[in-house]
């Protein structure tokens, strides 16, 4: 357990899963730096801080995230931010000897319509969701750059692709939050003020697939452990496996909240997708597969909003 590890962006929902798993399995050296404590945009400090710690294993969490409306809005610094960060930390690692290095992917990376379950084959087979696409060619560079680092230099770079998180250190904000979240105060807010509705967009018949983020973690730090690049491929799908429908995830979140009112489907606000689900079957074939389900995940995600933003 003498490794020096960096987990890139460990204040965030992914990166804070990754080091309470590593920490959960005796590691105890890290190399952390906040945001304001390092820069991952600057090379120059980039390189100054892999020169003083030579971490031997590399988490790359860290990105620049938000919603459909600041992805449309600022789709330059979407783009530009994202592939200083990765193009840094793997110069970088390269230069410094890491000795294995994990770039974690986003679901965006996937065609729209991708067919469902969607495989890992499917990456690059026809066009991208315009609103995300930046965000989306950023990591898709960042898996191809781990590919072209292992085909070139024989390093032991692994992509890995999660479907949509939830869990504890999740992103609350009222309009960048993602929908568990978001659900999880909306419906909060509404019980503390007694509201008697709450409204939710669309048919609520869309089915999504989430993982809780120390799922994600257990999985990242498996394969880390136990798998090389060659082993895995280009890249690989991280997901629970499982889908349910958007009205059934609702009435979780209202269940596990203790909402008593009533939800009222607004059918004028669209559906999206009908589907988006991960195919999961390699990475359950390399002997992993998520343990938390759904319900169980909603409560500890809940107690943490109220530990962070109070009852």
């Given amino acids: 357990m003498e490794k020096k590890i960096f987990v890139a962006g460990h204040k965030g929902l992914v990166g804070g899963a990754i080091l309470r798993e590593l920490q959960k399995k005796g590691y105890k050296n890290f190399a952390l730096r906040t945001h304001s404590e390092l820069d991952l945009t600057d090379s120059k400090a980039v390189d100054e801080f892999f020169s003083k710690e030579k971490p031997d294993w590399v988490f790359l969490a860290a990105a620049k995230v938000g919603g459909i409306y600041a992805n449309n809005t600022y789709p330059v610094d979407f783009l530009l931010e994202n592939l200083k960060i990765q193009n840094n930390i793997f110069e970088s690692s390269f230069k410094y000897n890491v000795k294995k290095f994990m770039f974690l992917g986003s679901s965006c990376i996937y065609p729209k319509n991708a067919p469902q379950p969607i495989k890992e084959e499917y990456l690059l087979s026809s066009k991208l969701e315009p609103t995300n696409e930046p965000y989306a060619l950023a990591k898709i560079c960042g898996i191809k750059l781990a590919n072209a680092y292992n085909r070139q230099y024989s390093t032991n770079y692994i992509s890995v692709m999660p479907c949509n998180l939830y869990g504890i250190g999740d992103n609350y904000h009222p309009e960048n939050a993602h929908v568990v979240p978001m659900l999880i105060r909306r419906f909060h807010e509404a019980k503390i003020r007694g509201d008697k509705t709450v409204t939710a967009w669309g048919t609520g018949t869309p089915l999504r697939e989430f993982l809780f983020s120390d799922d994600l973690a257990s999985a990242c730090v498996y394969l880390m452990e136990n798998k090389n690049a060659d082993e895995i491929g280009e890249f690989i799908n991280i997901g629970s496996g499982k889908e349910k429908s958007i009205k059934e995830i609702v009435e979780l979140v209202k269940k596990t909240v203790g909402f008593e009112g009533e939800v ?41 909003f109220l530990a962070r933003y109070g009852a």
């Fill in 264 to 304: 009222v489907w607004d059918t004028t606000k669209p559906d999206g997708t009908p589907r988006k689900l991960m195919d999961v079957s390699r990475i359950n074939s390399l002997g992993w597969s998520s343990k938390v389900e759904l319900e169980e995940g909603l409560k500890i995600a809940y107690a943490d």
